[in-house]
Structure formats: structure tokens, C-alpha cells
């Protein structure tokens, strides 16, 4: 084939012609560069190679990471672990051999990446999320993914989700707003881990975590800021009342005193608070992850206590008397999972409240079947959305508008088992879902989300800012707030 049939064969004469035209009309100062851009531009983006390997979480147990290679470059993406909740979510699949990382290894779920879903998915268009999340569904063909593992399945799209948003060449959150069908965008309301219980921490505090809510701050650095300042001013009251031992942390980066009633934490929080310049500007939530104490009808709050445990145990009833008073007594706008996952009607009954926010999460486990009878039940009014719970992009998206169009909050949040991968801060605000939880402000796997958001303030991009609107919507209290137009 001689140099001028090649040309005419690909069509590179009009091709080239045009990139000339272009870098005139630009006035480019480097037009051998801008003509480079240009051409590449013009080839469509295929998923060319997707190679898989274990890394470790911050824990320190193995998960999955992947590069996806399309024609325009390499994307990264790793998958969050959590502790399983139950059969309502999606498997992780770990090799099970005791003898290499205690049965936690994930090279069966690389090896289905590396030798399965690479060649169901190579050439396809990575904008296309809708059409890779179902090839992966239909290779896996188990309703929970057990077959690939979701923790296969799940690195995969994310990966493949930004690898879309480079094709477009757009940020990451545009392009999941664009999937998402969302036109206007929000900047969440973040909730800070800052005592760590539950199965999180060595301590003996029954509930899993109490967390602080910048309810007050108006942008996103400044929310950050409240978060960070009033986190160490609790360590410094920990410090004084429980010795420099109590400032350990949990695996999310929560203080662990060693306390064993919730209003002694709820006290050391306070007390915090109190110390900054925000008072009145502060609110906070609670994360109960009651299943975890939750012994046949009761709830027995001193179960980490062995020589107590059995001693204070309370029926749903006084469970819901509990946190009447509490939120009587603390500005508590938040409470996540106040009862066993399978307890629906003191569930329901707090939410019917209106006292604050009331939000699924092993209750929902992200699941739409779950989420659906949540709705049409009224159990709770937030979801929280756990993207390993779920499996793609693609079914965030559609639980997250499932959770919308019956008017509940949607919290995004982090997993224990987290890495650097920024993923959850981008799909917050695409989805536009108004809060995002990713632990204590400190840890780099926890900062890697909030440093995200920080990002997009700083583009100069327009967004409305709206903070604490979910919650706001839910409790009836519209004093704290607040829409800035940057």
C-alpha cells in the first residue's frame, strides 16, 4: 500500500487538514501541540485493557484495585470494605484460606477481573456506564454478585465511571451528574466522626460512633474548619479527663475514651463544642449500629462490659424513651440506625417522631428491595448508601433517586475498610445527595474524601451550597439553613 492510498484508506488528509484549520483559527502559539490534542480528540475512547491486583485497605486487610485502559489514558480505582451486615448485600468475595492473610485475600476476585470481566468489557465506550455495569451484572448472573465478588465488580465500574469523565473531559462529579440527570449541583454537609464505639473501638461504649454536624457553616472549608478545630479541642478535654490513653482512635479516626454510657460521650462532645467559637453552630449525629447489642427483643447496652453485661438492658420502648431524652438534652439532629435491622416498628415509631433525621443503614443495606418497603412503610426518612452494599455506579444512581423521589435525605458514606481513593466525595456531589460522612477529620483515607470536596470549591466553579438543607427538611427546622451562590 503506497503512503497516498493509506492516506485516503483512513481519511487522514481531511483529517490532518482539519487539525491545521483548527490550530489556525485558535491562533495556537504551540500548533504542533494544539494539532496533537486535536487529532486525539477526535479518536473515540474503548476500554482497551483492564488489569487488576490485591492492595491493602486501611485496616490492613486485602481489596481490590484496578487500572482500566481506554486510548486516552489510565484510570484507577480501589473498593471500600466493610464488616457484612447480612444476606441484603452484595458478597465480597475473599479466598477463604486461613493460612494467607487469615482468609481475607481477594486473588479470586482479581483473577475474575483479570481473565472475566477484561474481556467482557474490552472495546466497549467507557461514557457507556449503564451498558458496562450490566455486562458485569450478566457475567456475575447472582442476585448479590457472588459469582465475580462485588468487590470485583464494583472497582470495575469505578474505574470505568472515570474513565468516562476523562472521554468527556470533564470532572468526575459532572459526569456522574450527567448520568444521574442532574442539572444542579451540591456541595454536602459533612458529618465528622469523633468517638468511636461499637465494633469500631476497643472501648466500652455500646454505639458505634458520635459524630459532629456543621450545621452553621455555609461553605465547605469552613465546615472542614469547624470539624478539625472542635476535634481537637475533644481531644484536649479527653486528654484532662481521661488521660492521653482515651485519645487513641478507632478505625475511622473517632477518639476511643473509655466510656461506657452514650451521655458521658455526648458530654465530652458538648463540652468541646463549647470551647470553640461555635457554639450554637454545631450539631450532632449519632451512629447507633444497634444489631450489634441487639439480643433477641432487648438491647443490651453494656455488652462490650463482660462483668456488666446483662445488667442494662432496655426493651424498644425504653430504647425510644433513651432518645427522646437525649435529643431533649443535646442537639442531636441525627440517628442512624437506632434499633436492630429487623426491628421495623420502633424503627417507624422514632421516625414518626419527628424529633431529627432517622437513617437505614443495616436496616437498608442499600438495598432497593429494602428501600422500598422502608418507603411504603415510613420506617425511616434517610438512606445511607454504602457503594460496596450495592455493587455499580449505575445502582447508586438508581437507589439514591429511589431515596429522592420519596423526599428521604441521602447520606454517602465511607466505608471501615477504606483507601486513598477519593471516589464517595465525587458521588456526592454529582448525586447531589446533601451529606457525606467519611469519618473523624484525620487519617489520610478519610481526609483523601473531604480534601476532594475542598477541590471543588476552589475550581471557581459555580455551585449552590446549601448546607445542612436535607436535614433541615427533614427535622422542620429551616433556622440553620443557608444557600451561598459562589
Not at 367 to 385: D, F, G, M, S, V
Request: negative net charge; glycine residues 8%.
Amino acid at each position: 500500500m503506497s503512503v497516498q492510498e493509506y492516506l485516503d484508506k483512513h481519511l487522514l488528509s481531511r483529517k490532518i487538514e482539519d487539525a491545521v484549520n483548527a490550530a489556525v483559527r485558535a491562533k495556537s502559539p504551540d500548533p504542533v501541540l494544539f494539532i496533537a490534542n486535536h487529532m486525539r480528540k477526535a479518536v473515540s475512547s474503548v476500554i482497551t485493557k483492564i488489569k487488576a491486583r490485591q492492595i491493602l485497605d486501611s485496616r490492613g486487610i486485602p481489596t481490590v484495585e484496578v487500572d482500566l485502559f481506554t486510548n486516552k489514558g489510565m484510570f484507577r480505582a480501589s473498593a471500600p470494605s466493610g464488616d457484612r451486615s447480612g444476606m441484603y448485600e452484595a458478597f465480597e468475595l475473599r479466598d477463604g484460606d486461613k493460612g494467607v492473610y487469615l482468609g481475607n485475600s481477594v486473588t479470586r476476585a482479581v483473577k475474575n477481573i483479570n481473565e472475566k470481566i477484561s474481556k467482557a468489557l474490552i472495546g466497549m465506550d467507557p461514557t457507556l456506564q449503564t451498558q458496562i455495569d450490566q455486562a458485569m451484572i450478566d457475567l456475575d448472573k447472582t442476585e448479590m454478585k457472588s459469582e465475580l465478588g462485588v468487590n470485583a465488580i464494583l472497582a470495575v465500574s469505578i474505574a470505568a465511571c472515570k474513565a468516562g469523565a476523562g472521554e468527556k473531559e470533564v470532572p468526575l462529579y459532572k459526569h456522574i451528574a450527567d448520568l444521574a440527570g442532574k442539572p444542579h449541583l451540591t456541595i454536602p454537609t459533612p458529618a465528622f466522626t469523633v468517638i468511636s464505639g461499637g465494633k469500631h473501638a476497643g472501648n466500652n461504649l455500646a454505639i458505634q460512633e458520635i459524630m459532629i454536624v456543621p450545621i452553621g457553616a455555609i461553605r465547605f472549608d469552613e465546615a472542614l474548619q469547624m470539624g478539625s478545630e472542635t476535634y481537637f479541642h475533644l481531644k484536649a478535654v479527653i486528654t484532662e479527663k481521661h488521660g492521653a490513653h482515651g485519645c487513641n482512635v478507632g478505625v475511622d479516626g473517632g477518639f476511643t475514651p473509655n466510656i461506657s454510657s452514650i451521655r458521658e460521650g455526648l458530654d465530652l462532645v458538648k463540652e468541646a463544642i463549647s470551647r470553640t467559637e461555635y457554639t450554637g453552630k454545631i450539631s450532632i449525629a449519632l451512629g447507633v449500629a444497634a444489631s450489634n447489642f441487639c439480643q433477641g427483643t432487648k438491647y443490651d447496652l453494656d455488652f462490650k462490659s463482660p462483668n456488666k453485661s446483662g445488667q442494662n438492658f432496655k426493651s424498644g420502648e425504653e430504647m425510644i424513651e433513651m432518645y427522646k431524652g437525649l435529643c431533649a438534652d443535646y442537639p442531636i439532629v441525627s440517628i442512624e440506625d437506632p434499633f436492630d435491622k429487623e426491628d421495623w416498628e420502633h424503627i417507624k415509631c422514632i421516625s414518626n417522631l419527628g424529633t431529627c433525621q432517622v437513617v437505614g443503614d443495616e436496616l437498608l443495606m442499600s438495598n432497593p428491595k429494602r428501600i422500598e418497603r422502608a418507603i411504603q412503610e415510613n420506617t425511616c426518612n434517610a438512606l445511607l448508601l454504602k457503594i460496596n452494599q450495592i455493587g455499580t455506579v449505575t445502582e447508586a444512581i438508581e437507589v439514591v433517586k429511589q431515596a429522592k423521589d420519596a423526599n428521604w435525605g441521602v447520606v454517602i458514606s465511607h466505608r471501615s475498610g477504606e483507601t486513598e481513593d477519593s471516589f464517595i466525595a465525587d458521588l456526592s456531589v454529582g448525586l447531589s445527595s446533601g451529606q457525606i460522612k467519611a469519618g473523624a477529620p484525620c487519617r489520610g483515607e478519610r481526609l483523601a474524601k473531604y480534601n476532594q470536596v475542598l477541590f471543588f470549591i476552589d475550581t471557581g466553579l459555580l455551585f449552590y451550597i446549601i448546607a445542612n438543607f436535607c436535614i433541615s427538611l427533614l427535622v422542620g427546622d429551616f433556622s440553620f439553613t443557608k444557600t451561598v451562590f459562589r
